[in-house]
C-alpha cells in the first residue's frame, strides 16, 4: 500500500512538474523579449539557466542517496517556486541570471533540476526489474501529455488576456505565477513520500560523485550523453517557439497547439518504444528510432510554408522519445541499486551541461536572418552522430533482463 502511494506521489510530481514547464516555455523567451533583452541576450541566460541547474542538481543528486531522496526533491522544488517567483518581480538581467543559475527554471520545455534522477532511482527501488522499462515508458507519457497540455494553456491564456486588453507583458506575468506555485505544489506532494524510496546505510567508501562499480560504464554514457544534449540545447522549446514567431508570425495560442500536438505524440511514442524494446533490445531500441527522428529534425528549416514545417516537426516527435524510458531504463539497470541515484544524477548533469552550451549559439544564430534555420541542422547532424557512436559503444553490454 506505501507502495502504490509513494508511485502515485512521484507520477503526480511529475505530471505538475512538465506541465508548470510547458506552461511556461511557449511564452517565456517571448516574455524576455518583451523585458527588453535581445535574441543573444535571451540565448546567454538560458544558456545560464541549464549551467546553473547542472551544478545545483549535481550536488542534489550525488548526494541524495547519503542525505535522503524526499529531503533533495523538497529542496529542488523550492528552488523551483523561488527562480519562478524572481522572474516575475524583476526585469534586473543580473537578478534573472541569479535566479537562473541558483533556482530551476525549464527554458525547453522538458525535465530540468533534481526531480527526474531521484524519481527514476526511487521508482526503481519500488519496483521489480522487469516492470521498470514499462513504468519508464507510462512516467515518460504522463510527462509528455501533462507538457502538452501545459504548452498548450499557457499559450492561450496568454493570447486570450491579451485579446482581453492586457499588455503582452503582463499576459507573461500571469504564466510565470503559475510556474512558481507549481513549485509549491510539488513541495507539498514530496513530503508525503514515505522513506521506502531511500536506500539502507551505505558503507562509508571513497567514490566519485557517489559512483563506485559503476563509474566506467557511466562516465562513458555521461560523455555520449552529453553531446546528445548540446544537439538538443540546440532546439529547445521557448527558442524554437520564437523560431516559428520570427519566421512565420505565430501566435502564442498557435505555438502552444503546435507544441501540445508534438508532446502528445511525443509521450505516446514513449510508450510504443516499451513493447520495440522487448523485441529488439534497449540500446537497439534507442539508436533505430533516433536516427529518423534528427533526419526530420534537420528537414523543419527547409520547409518553405508553416504547415510543413508543423508537419515535418509533429512527424519528428512522433518517434523523438522513443529512446527516452530506454535511455533511462538501461542506465538504471547496469548500474547498482545503491548508485542509482548518482548514475541517475551524473548522466543527467552531463546533459544539462551539454545542454547548457547550446541556446547562446542558437540566440546568435537566431539574430542572423540567413541562419535562422541553423539550429535545427545543427542539431540533427550531431544527434546522428550520437546514435552512431553509442550503438557502436554498448550494443554488447546488455542490462540483466536481456542477458538471459
Request: positive net charge; charged residues 10%.
Amino acid at each position: 500500500m506505501t507502495e502504490r502511494k509513494d508511485i502515485t506521489l512521484l507520477f503526480t510530481t511529475r505530471i505538475v512538474r512538465l506541465f508548470a514547464y510547458g506552461f511556461l516555455s511557449v511564452v517565456l523567451a517571448l516574455y524576455l523579449a518583451e523585458t527588453g533583452l535581445s535574441e543573444s541576450s535571451i540565448g546567454v541566460l538560458f544558456s545560464l539557466t541549464l549551467a546553473g541547474d547542472a551544478g545545483v542538481s549535481l550536488w542534489l543528486t550525488t548526494s541524495a542517496d547519503r542525505l535522503g531522496r524526499r529531503r533533495m526533491l523538497v529542496l529542488g522544488a523550492a528552488l523551483m517556486a523561488m527562480a519562478g517567483a524572481v522572474f516575475l518581480l524583476t526585469r534586473n538581467v543580473v537578478l534573472l541570471a541569479l535566479a537562473a543559475i541558483i533556482g530551476v527554471i525549464s527554458p525547453s520545455g522538458n525535465e530540468i533540476g533534481p526531480f527526474l534522477s531521484i524519481e527514476q532511482a526511487s521508482l526503481s527501488q519500488l519496483l521489480p526489474g522487469e516492470r521498470r522499462t514499462n513504468v519508464f515508458a507510462w512516467y515518460n507519457l504522463a510527462g509528455s501529455f501533462a507538457t502538452a497540455l501545459g504548452a498548450l494553456s499557457g499559450g492561450w491564456l496568454s493570447q486570450a488576456l491579451q485579446a482581453g486588453g492586457w499588455p503582452s507583458i503582463d499576459s507573461y506575468r500571469a504564466v510565470l505565477v503559475g510556474y512558481a506555485l507549481a513549485g509549491l505544489v510539488i513541495m507539498l506532494c514530496f513530503f508525503g513520500v514515505s522513506r521506502a524510496v531511500e536506500v539502507p546505510a551505505l558503507p562509508a567508501r571513497h567514490s566519485l560523485f557517489g559512483l563506485h562499480k559503476s563509474r566506467g560504464v557511466v562516465l562513458k554514457l555521461s560523455a555520449l550523453f552529453s553531446v546528445d544534449a548540446f544537439a538538443g540545447g540546440l532546439v529547445v522549446q521557448s527558442l524554437v517557439a520564437y523560431w516559428f514567431s520570427i519566421r512565420f508570425g505565430v501566435d502564442p495560442g498557435i505555438i502552444g497547439s503546435i507544441f501540445f500536438g508534438a508532446n502528445v505524440l511525443a509521450g505516446i511514442s514513449a510508450l510504443l518504444a516499451v513493447r520495440l524494446a522487448a523485441r529488439i533490445g534497449l540500446i537497439n531500441t534507442m539508436v533505430f528510432t533516433h536516427i529518423p527522428s534528427n533526419i526530420f529534425l534537420i528537414l523543419v528549416p527547409l520547409m518553405p510554408t508553416l504547415p510543413l514545417a508543423i508537419a515535418v516537426l509533429l512527424v519528428r516527435f512522433s518517434i523523438s522519445q522513443m529512446d527516452v524510458p530506454t535511455r533511462q531504463s538501461y542506465t538504471m539497470a547496469v548500474v547498482p541499486p545503491e548508485e542509482r541515484s548518482a548514475a541517475s544524477g551524473v548522466t543527467t548533469i552531463a546533459r544539462s551541461v551539454g545542454a547548457s552550451m547550446a541556446p547562446a549559439l542558437t540566440g546568435a544564430l537566431l539574430g542572423v536572418p540567413s541562419l535562422i534555420g541553423a539550429p535545427f541542422i545543427l542539431a540533427g547532424s550531431l544527434k546522428l552522430i550520437y546514435d552512431l557512436t553509442l550503438w557502436r559503444q554498448f550494443h554488447a553490454v546488455k542490462p540483466p533482463e536481456e542477458a538471459r
